[in-house]
């Protein structure tokens, strides 16, 4: 089992930027792809951006060319840089190794992110 621990949340308007971090409590097996999740009120998780072990990246539509998904292997740490952040964009953000139709591993406690209009 490995420990998730999301942060870098916060308030910001409209516009702004913010970066998130991820770190695992342990070395997160280089096979495993790492994925950025988040959560509105009401709504379901949506799995957002995702990294492979080689670095290759995919993104859901609505943050394509705002939102960058990268991975330090030595640090056990995921990172996703957000720019030009939208109201819409308002969620508490989760990382975790996709499984399925969900997380391979626990959930962390995730990191909120407010973005003002």
């Known amino acids: 089992q490995v420990q998730l621990v999301e942060s870098g949340g916060g308030l910001v308007q409209s516009g702004g930027s913010l970066r998130l971090s991820c770190a695992a409590s342990?070395?997160?097996?280089?096979?495993?792809?790492m994925g950025w999740y988040r959560q509105s009120p009401g709504k379901q998780r949506e799995l957002v951006a995702t990294i492979t072990s080689g670095g290759t990246t995919n993104y859901v539509d609505s943050v394509k060319g705002r939102f960058t998904i990268s991975r330090d292997n030595a640090k056990n740490t995921v990172y996703l840089q957000m720019n030009s952040l939208k109201p819409e964009d308002t969620a508490v953000y989760y990382c975790?190794?996709?499984?399925?139709?969900?997380?391979?591993?626990?959930w962390g406690q995730g990191t909120q992110v407010t973005v003002s209009s």
């Open positions: 975790n190794a996709p499984s399925g139709d969900g997380g391979r591993w626990s």
């Open positions: 342990r070395s997160i097996p280089t096979i495993y792809a």
